[in-house]
């Protein structure tokens, strides 16, 4: 059974329940001006229906700038599968949410997010098309927020070399231990975090990198703060003890609040949007569906540090956030 909501600005907004599989999930479609939503497939528990529909909305939407802003011809969704991925997953749920993407006519694409796998995505791939499972992102996730990091190196009066520059990386999933990895190979100075102490070790004793407790990550002392993970990490709480100069990672929704950007601004600590400096991935999965090779695919999305270069100097020259910037950068494409 699928409900319809009403969420002003957004296109279609979906709650889905199947009752053969006792599947609950979400599905959002933000806006499709410049092409089809292309938005992850999220398995998460929430402590509600009306927290996953939020952090859908806050997702689709997240999706449909970060696309406009990197210049592509996608729109901006997200769906949400409600449930614990260890213990609730099975092939009969994600073939039922499939379904319900295939009710949407091809309008959201899909690709795998927290708590899904490519392999996921290819079962819910029986049940709709197109969706995105020929490729990991990931490593061109991490590899665009390399590039943006090294931007606002630049933009901070340095030449951009990482060799030595401490950089937390919070949360070591796959976007977090991809991007570990090529800040190792420039020789930066590790920190590394996350929910799965395990997983933080792993990533340590392969990069030489200092673990520390993932609730410490948002305030210990670096030159970078990296989130990968889940978002609002910039929070009230957090915020006046952050400790680093710049803020850029591949997490979604790193601000718990838009009014966070006006007070980094205020502290001289340096942020890159996140759905600028993550858009890596999607450039990669536009690609896939260009039919383009990994040579062109690497090199547009290297030019990730160019756009972010381009939204600094921008809110410097306006007397804006970089936030603002980005954003009315993204919405000028939006616009008829």
Known sequence: MMTPIHADGFEQVALCHDEETGLQSVVVIH????????????????????????????????????????GLGLGGGWSIMIGDP??????????????????FDGRFIPVNDIGTTQADIRVIGRETSPVCAAGDPSPLTAL?????????????????DLAGVRVCVQ??????????ALLAAEAAELIVADTDPRRADAVAARHGARVVAPEAAPTVACDVLAPCGLG????????????????????????????H???????????????CVNAGGLI???EQLLGHDSAHAEARVRQVGVRVAELIDRSRRTDVTTVDAATELARARLRP
């Open 31 to 70: 806006d499709t001006t410049l092409g089809p939503a292309l938005g992850g497939v999220r398995m998460h528990t929430y402590p509600d229906e009306d927290a996953a529909v939020a952090d859908g909305l806050c997702l689709a939407e997240a999706m449909t700038l970060k696309a406009a802003a990197a």
């Open 86 to 103: 260890a213990s609730h997953k099975s092939e009969k749920r994600l073939r039922a949410h499939g379904r319900a993407l295939a009710a």
């Open 144 to 160: 665009g927020v390399l590039e943006g990091i090294r931007a606002c190196l630049r933009a901070s009066g340095g030449d951009g």
């Open 171 to 180: 949360g070591v999933g796959n976007v977090g231990s991809a991007l570990a």
């Open 232 to 259: 609002s990490v910039v929070t009230d709480e957090t915020l006046p003890r952050l400790d680093c100069r710049i803020i850029a990672g591949g997490a979604n929704n790193v601000l718990a609040t838009p009014a």
């Open 261 to 275: 950007a006006a007070m980094l601004q205020a502290r001289g600590i340096l942020y890159a949007p996140d759905f």
């Open 284 to 286: 990669f999965l536009e």
